[in-house]
């Protein structure tokens, strides 16, 4: 196999159009993940007639609706803060996949930060959101992004702290570090401390992608979707579907890397090293993203002022604690 | 409350987020449950025979009584008709008026599906059909005139079968007497009662009547002595075969079992033997046997013709309080028959006329075979009164009433059809407008019961087949 000599500039294009094909590839794929496995869980079939196979087209027919729908911008709107929203919403989800190795050398930048920059660049997004809210001269929007706003203050500190702990654990920022520490994955060592950060996180994950039972801020059914409420055609689907689908897939992959051992088997058993690291990596996330899609149909939306005490009081102590019992583990186990 | 309170603090006991993973259980069983969604355009639901999808109109049997679109609620049945006279049945009668459906129509954008209609309707015109996909991008064209509803009849299923051990509709043991002894006009199904008390009155009957039948007398008078002397019961069958079939009649009966007694006595009384004996030689028809053991004190009290009422009720007084009933059913059970009584002798006489004896209807041509030939077509008008004897083979329920066709008016058809043809004198006889419609219930109900149809199917199209005379029709079902 010939060596492809590739300039930075070449090397760097294919890698902006691979992110930039993950996220709507993944929205697509995801959303239809979506439908079907809610379906089921709620004994339904779902979707069964797009594109003739248990209506695989489902989404794509999706996408392409909302591409020929009006884009609307209220009078109101502040128009230049308005239009820039989704983009604003949705560079940061892009970006994440950056640092996110999906096998040993399977990653796009390596940085020596990696988990750092993760947590930074993920909640960035929620700018984008107020930006929405702000400039759409909609209360309910105005509500939907203080409200996110609120629960991203709220819920970014769990998920910090859990990632954290598992910074320490693995005594490395960078997330491929992170990934080779875990022969056994960090859910299951250190036992219990592990599952208890795992728990942590993706409740704070959740919370963080505003998806149910954490969906306040985007309670259709109260405030009509938030800050997207004005939004149509394009630009929806760019500052909620997409953003949505990116943030989940995000954020499997980001589970299946700090708790889960990324790219690394199961369990560290020489047989299974012969299966491609990539493939363990892309397990792991679906189990996540199944995990989250789990929740959905499971749980009833928790209250505004439910929502905010359970960080507050519950969830972020506990975090803290156990930040002092991974700090124990590390210095005396 | 408080027991509630206690529970749910049980429930909050097992330790924090079991809950939430009971929840999760809950979900992910579902996930791998078989799933039971009915692909609904490509899959359809097989619909309950009582799903209220559409009504459906049975043209023939509406008599535009108006019921259904008085009680409508959402007033969304419009009907409109005319009167029609027709020509008197007979010489020298009446001219008769009838009502002519020229538009029934319902409005299902109002309709609102409750169903009153199709309750109230007297005379099973309107029907509940499964369908529900008639759905119109106009809200004019949800008014579906009569043509549309007629066409829904072809949807419609037959009821379902009754429960186990539910009360037979129309006919449960006690009232099933009463109307069959009430006389003709009653709409119940009066055949097997009304032999049961035929038999039970063999004794009063054949006392009555031996010179009626013995006498070959003239055919107008025997009817009608024999119809006061069977009673109504079987108002024209026993008037109208005896006269001049005595002898006949009398051998045929005689090698039945339970005719023996009767050989002596008049025709009456064996015509009604043999009546029983054909009944009783079906005795698959639960219904018959159930009528025949609950209803003997009641029919016995019921239709003898020539007793006083009085008597009738002392007589079925002390038979209760013999059979052990308490003493307000006695009564109650005294009265009815009295009542019964009373007007069984008002009424007896009214159906003579019709009752003529058939002068020479050829009978030879009979098949022998009686239950077998339950077919409709067998037993169609044969049992008239012929010069030979109804043997006991048509003395079946459906003989029975079939006598009571030898109405004046079909006499001539029947003389003019080929004798050695059955069948086309049984195919002509619902087509006379003239036979009498309480007969033709009875016709098609013995009919009915020997194609072995469920009860109510046998009833319902006893009904419909007796609208259809009473209207003069020919409805598609037959």
Redesign the interface.
């Known amino acids: 196999m010939p060596e492809i000599a590739l300039t930075a500039w070449q090397i760097l294009i294919v890698k902006v159009l691979v992110i930039l094909m993950v996220v709507p590839m993944g929205a697509i794929v995801g959303g239809y993940a979506e439908h079907k496995v809610m379906a089921h869980l709620q004994h339904r079939l779902g979707p069964m007639y797009p594109g003739g196979f248990h209506g695989w087209a489902t989404t794509l027919a999706d996408g392409i609706k909302f591409l020929y729908k009006e884009d609307i911008i209220p009078d109101a709107a502040d128009k230049r803060v308005f239009s820039l929203a989704p983009a604003a919403i949705m560079v940061p989800i892009i970006m994440i996949y950056l640092v996110i190795p999906m096998d040993e050398s399977l990653v796009i930048e390596d940085l020596d930060v990696g988990i750092f920059y993760l947590l930074a660049i993920s909640s960035v997004s929620t700018i984008g959101v107020l930006m929405a809210g702000w400039s759409s001269a909609n209360k309910y929007a105005l509500i939907g992004a203080l409200r996110s706003a609120a629960q991203l203050i709220a819920y970014e500190l769990p998920v910090v702290l859990s990632a954290a702990a598992v910074a320490m654990l693995a005594g490395s920022l960078s997330l491929v570090d992170i990934v080779r520490a875990q022969d056994w994955m960090f859910i299951l060592w250190p036992p219990g401390l592990g599952l208890a950060l795992f728990l942590v996180f993706v409740t704070g994950a959740i919370a963080e992608m505003t998806r149910v039972p954490f969906d306040m801020p985007i309670a259709e059914s109260e405030i009509i979707t938030g800050p997207f409420t004005e939004y149509t055609g394009m630009r929806y689907i760019f500052s909620h579907m997409f953003a949505e689908m990116g943030h989940l897939i995000a954020f499997g992959g980001i589970g299946a890397t700090l708790f889960l051992g990324g790219f690394q088997p199961i369990v560290p058993w020489e047989p299974l090293e012969v299966i491609p690291g990539i493939v363990w990596f892309l397990l792991k996330t679906f189990f996540m993203i199944f995990l989250f899609l789990w929740i959905r149909p499971t749980f009833p939306r928790v209250r505004e002022d439910q929502l905010q005490k359970f960080a507050w009081k519950f969830l972020i102590p506990l975090s803290l604690v156990l930040i002092l019992l991974t700090g124990a583990w590390v210095l005396y186990v | 409350m408080a027991v509630d309170e206690r529970k749910l603090e049980e429930a909050r006991k097992p330790g924090f987020g079991l809950g939430?993973l009971k929840?999760?259980a809950?979900?992910?069983k579902?996930?791998f449950?078989h799933?039971?969604?009915i692909?609904y355009p490509d899959e359809k639901q097989d619909l309950p025979a009582r799903t209220r999808g559409v009504i459906a109109l049975k043209e023939e049997n509406c008599t535009v009584c108006m019921l259904c679109g008085r009680e409508c609620p959402d007033w969304c049945i419009y009907i409109d008709s005319h009167k029609e006279t027709l020509a008197p049945k007979r010489e020298g009668g009446r001219p008769r008026k009838r009502n002519v459906l020229d538009r029934f129509a319902i409005d299902y954008a109002l309709c609102m599906y409750c169903g009153i209609c199709v309750e109230v309707c007297p005379y099973d015109a309107l029907f509940w059909s499964r369908e529900f996909e008639y759905a119109e991008y106009d809200i004019r064209q949800l008014t579906h005139e009569k043509e549309k509803l007629s066409d829904w009849m072809a949807t419609v299923l037959p009821p379902p079968p009754l429960e186990e051990g539910a009360e037979l509709p129309g006919a449960p043991a006690e009232t099933a007497t009463a109307a069959g002894a009430a006389g003709a006009g009653s709409a119940q199904r009066p055949s097997s009662p009304a032999q049961d008390t035929a038999v039970e009155e063999r004794p009063q009957q054949a006392a009555k009547t031996p010179e009626a039948a013995a006498a070959s007398a003239p055919p107008e008078a025997l009817a009608s002595e024999s119809q006061r002397s069977a009673g109504e019961v079987q108002p024209t069958g026993a008037g109208a075969a005896q006269a001049p079939t005595e002898q006949k009649s009398e051998a045929a009966v005689g090698d039945t079992t339970t005719a023996e007694p009767q050989q002596e006595i008049g025709a009456a009384g064996e015509q009604s033997d043999a009546v029983k004996s054909g009944s009783e030689r079906t005795p698959s028809k639960p219904e018959r046997k159930e009528a025949e053991a609950a209803a003997e004190p009641q029919g016995a009290g019921g239709s003898r013709g020539g007793e006083e009422p009085q008597a009738v009720y002392e007589r079925v007084l002390q038979e209760q309080r013999d059979r052990g009933s308490s003493p307000q059913v006695a009564e109650a059970r005294a009265k009815v028959a009295r009542v019964k009584a009373e007007r069984g002798l008002r009424s007896a006489v009214a159906p003579a006329p019709a009752a003529k004896p058939v002068p020479s209807a050829p009978q030879q041509t009979r098949p022998s075979e009686p239950e077998s030939s339950g077919a409709p077509e067998a037993s169609g008008p044969e049992p008239e009164p012929g010069p030979v004897a109804p043997t006991e083979e048509e003395a079946t329920p459906a003989a029975q009433s079939e006598a009571e066709e030898a109405t004046p008016a079909e006499q001539p058809q029947e003389e003019g059809t080929s004798p050695e043809s059955p069948e086309a004198g049984a195919s002509a006889a619902p087509q006379t407008s003239a036979e009498d419609p309480e007969a033709v219930y009875e016709r098609v109900l013995a009919e009915e019961k020997a194609k072995g149809s469920s009860d109510a199917v046998a009833t319902g199209r006893a009904k419909a087949a007796r609208v259809r005379a009473q209207k003069g029709t020919k409805g598609p079902g037959g």
């Open positions: 939430l929840g999760m809950v979900t992910l579902h996930l449950k799933n039971t969604v692909q």
